[in-house]
């Protein structure tokens, strides 16, 4: 496999493969982590931390490194995410037991500003 190539994978198939996992689970009727009360949390959670690695892996193959994201890949991240939160939870509507919830979108929000925030304060301790 030639360095292209593999440049090329290493890449991209991530953020296709974390997409493909977030679509996976939202293909499961009547999703529960953990019986009881701490359900709630810990699948809000999952929204945040979904789409917190999904931003850092476009963003990430939109620039090219994780060292040095810069404008252009947080923006292209942060927005192919909250599309991606869009899209899935219009398909939870076609999902028996599942609900499309406009609230999750501004849930999976927050993982998407986590990380764009925390991609800002790298690059500016980096640049220091």
Request: overall charge positive; aromatic content about 18%; proline content about 4%.
């Amino acid at each position: 496999m030639t360095k292209k190539v593999f440049n090329f994978f290493s890449l991209y198939f991530p953020p296709v493969l974390w997409c493909f996992v977030i679509f996976y689970f939202s293909c499961q009727p009547n999703l529960k982590v953990v019986s009881g009360p701490w359900d709630f949390l810990l699948r809000k959670f999952g929204h945040i931390f979904e789409y917190f690695l999904l931003t850092i892996l476009v963003a990430r193959a939109t620039d090219k490194s994780i060292f040095k994201i810069g404008k252009r890949g947080l923006i292209f991240g942060a927005i192919s995410s909250l599309v991606f939160a869009a899209l899935d939870e219009y398909h939870q509507t076609f999902i028996p037991g599942r609900f499309g919830v406009v609230s999750d979108v501004g849930i999976d929000s927050v993982g998407i500003v986590l990380a764009v925030g925390i991609l800002k304060a790298f690059d500016f301790l980096r640049k220091k």
